[in-house]
């Protein structure tokens, strides 16, 4: 399944031409920020610049992704249509390779026949390739070591010594270095693993130790670079003040406003004159300034991006319709995850507080700052199987109901 889905999205790539990216503004759409970082780096000026014009040094966004494009821009080209194929095929690399934790996870929480059908399930789904050959972002790269982690938190019971706790926190560094977004997951999976391993007479204070010394020490080096670039603290990143100020404001309506630098010269002005820390904070400041002068605005956008996070983000159409079917699939494979979820909980399910803590925390930050489809796909893998999972016990017991009646009735 992994070959096959390789295979498929990497031709997808050639048959929609999705190598073709956009031209306009100097390549922008060609990484975004991420791929002015790359180029800053290619043309040796170091991890800066996110936007238009030599800026600075950046923490705008993690490091992980924006140095791979770095490489790839390094040996085929600064904004080539050879880079362009290479990266979305590392891409739907990583994609691809999720469907091995997705079937483990699966098989280890609800079974075999639904670990074989949710590795189908992402392996073979357009919608998941969409992600992979569509956008040169770490959209593929953080579902791939979100979905590691939980497959290493679920196996923390059976696995000896420290080399699981180092694996760990490994993990866990690598996946804040590729998306922070994850970082609320964190408390609640160190949680688990620790009272699962209390259960079980395990010791845990050691080893929860060392996975802490192996996750900061996979970050040193990226905290190190920036307090030295910056002169003062910087963790991860830097972007947060205008992520913020984007969904709270005057105009602010639960998705994502044109303020940004790149949309608005009034705003790349702003950027350019105030450097990076400095704009951000401002923006930051704005923000807390508009929510504690409208908290009830606040709390209705608020649930607006919470209901765009399971619903889908509302596109432009002329139909006066109260409903835009556009989001109707996107919003049943969340109805499944969440009942799955559920029926898992009731049965004592291996794994189900886990999947419930991920579903809990992961979209947290989102629903403070504005709603993309994109946001949910990192844990889609995880949402994919609870849904697999309901729909296996509805088969099971229809398939259970008509044994029963088969003496009254024709079930064949």
Excluded at 186 to 196: D, S, Y
Aim: charged share 15%.
């Amino acid at each position: 399944m992994v070959l096959i889905s390789l295979v498929l999205q990497v031709a997808a790539i050639g048959v929609f031409r999705q190598y073709r990216t956009r031209t306009e503004d100097d390549h922008y759409g060609f990484g975004w920020e991420m791929g002015r970082i790359g180029r800053s780096i290619v043309l040796g000026q170091g991890f800066s610049s996110p936007y238009e014009g030599n800026t600075g040094p950046t923490a705008w966004e993690p490091p992980l992704y924006p140095f791979l494009i770095a490489g790839v821009f390094k040996i085929f080209g600064i904004y080539t249509y050879a880079s362009a194929w290479v990266l979305l095929s590392i891409n739907s690399v990583f994609s691809a390779l999720t469907t091995i934790p997705v079937f483990l996870i699966a098989h280890k929480t609800f079974g075999p026949r639904v670990a074989l059908w949710s590795a189908r399930v992402w392996a073979l789904n357009p919608w998941v390739w969409y992600w992979s050959i569509h956008w040169i972002w770490d959209t593929t790269f953080t579902p791939l070591i979100l979905a590691l982690i939980f497959l290493v938190a679920l196996a923390m019971e059976q696995l000896p010594g420290w080399q699981g706790w180092l694996l760990f926190g490994a993990l866990w560094g690598v996946g804040v270095l590729v998306n922070p977004a994850m970082l609320p997951f964190l408390p609640f999976c160190g949680l688990w693993v620790w009272w699962r391993r209390y259960r079980c007479s395990l010791p845990s204070l050691a080893g929860i130790a060392l996975s802490s010394c192996m996750f900061f020490l996979v970050l040193s080096p990226w905290l190190v670079r920036n307090y030295e670039v910056f002169g003062r603290f910087v963790f991860i990143r830097d972007d947060f003040g205008l992520i913020f100020h984007l969904g709270n404001g005057d105009m602010a309506d639960g998705i994502l406003v044109r303020l940004q630098p790149n949309l608005s010269n009034l705003e790349l002005e702003e950027f350019q004159r105030m450097g990076e820390l400095d704009y951000a904070a401002d923006r930051k400041r704005r923000a807390l300034d508009w929510v504690r002068a409208h908290p009830g605005r606040f709390a209705v956008i608020s649930i607006k991006r919470f209901f765009y996070y399971w619903n889908g983000v509302p596109r432009e159409t002329n139909s006066r319709a109260p409903w835009d079917f556009r989001s109707s699939p996107f919003l049943a494979s969340s109805v499944l995850a969440i009942w799955g979820l559920g029926r898992a909980l009731r049965q004592e399910r291996p794994g189900a507080w886990l999947f419930l803590g991920l579903v809990a925390t992961y979209p947290t930050i989102y629903y403070l700052v504005f709603a993309h489809a994109r946001f949910r796909h990192p844990i889609e893998p995880e949402l994919f199987i609870l849904g697999v999972f309901l729909l296996s016990e509805v088969r099971s017991r229809a398939a259970h109901g008509c044994g029963r009646d088969s003496s009254e009735f024709n079930c064949q």
